[in-house]
């Protein structure tokens, strides 16, 4: 057994979590070839490769993911845009923090799903309503976040900077932002695995695209191949978007890595 907290080597890291994953389609095959659950209700590995090939060559699938992928990170974007400078802006300066601190509160808890009526109402059923799904379920998480990174900056950082004769809004600038930057950078990258989930829900209503759409199509012909594919390419793209997230911040703030 190794000792608490003690790290492994990236070759061992690899290694066991590809074995996790090897581990998990077994026993999803033994479970579904085997004869234990049938397939109706949960197709085996072979059957979900075959119904996906088909989706990706047959029924235009890679515009289906698209689709997704560009409503994702529009719906992000925005998100960010508005978030993060909220978000220094309450961990700054206190007055800001006690207007807005809890309304942000309140309102990260409101699930981006109980929204969809309404957005509908308001939006309609094109692509301002997906990315105003997004942006909900992103924005408050993103601002709250951000706003207790800057907050818990090293006082002895403000003091000298301020002793150096910096002007408030240099502290800001030249203190608070480039010392929280990565800290930043790793929250944007937690809130967009999350984004992804809040994709899949606006695209459930009043859809006509996307994987979240396909699903449920799957779904009215009990395609459960269909339906894990898509759920499995889901996570494939989430995967691949935190390792570009991860590489993108080590070559950002290399300093980090220690």
Known sequence: MPRPLEPVSQGTRVALGISFFILFFAAWAFATLGGFVSRTFLADPITMVQDGWLLLTRFGFLNDIGVTVWRVVGGFVLAAIVAVPLGIMMGAYKSFEAFLEPFVSFA?????????????????????????????????????????AVGNTRRDLVEAAYTLGSKDRGV??????????PEIAEILRLVLGWAWTYVIVAELIGSSSGIGHMI????????????????????VIGLISDFLFKALNRSLFPWRLA
């Open 172 to 181: 800001v600038r030249r203190v608070l932002i480039p010392a929280n930057a």
């Open 108 to 148: 990260r808890y409101l699930p981006a799903s109980a929204f969809v009526p309404l957005l509908i109402l308001w939006a309609g059923i094109g692509e301002m309503q997906k990315l105003l799904v997004i942006f909900i379920g992103s924005v408050f998480q993103i601002i709250l976040m951000v706003a207790v």
């Open 216 to 235: 449920i199509d799957s779904q009215a012909l009990l395609a459960t191949g269909q339906m894990i594919f898509g759920i499995i390419v889901i996570g």
